[in-house]
Structure formats: C-alpha cells, structure tokens
C-alpha cells in the first residue's frame, strides 16, 4: 500500500513540474 502511495506522489509531482515547465515555456 505504502508503495502505490509513493508511486502516486511521484507521478503527482512529475506531472505538476511538467505543467509548470510547459506553463514557462509556452
């Protein structure tokens, strides 16, 4: 359980640097 719970934050805030990465770019 403790590793999906990881694995979500992980994907979480891969996903919010991407969106904030493309927000910068573009």
Known sequence: MFFYFTLF??????????SLFFVYFF
């Open 9 to 18: 934050c992980f994907v979480f805030f891969v996903l919010l640097f991407l």
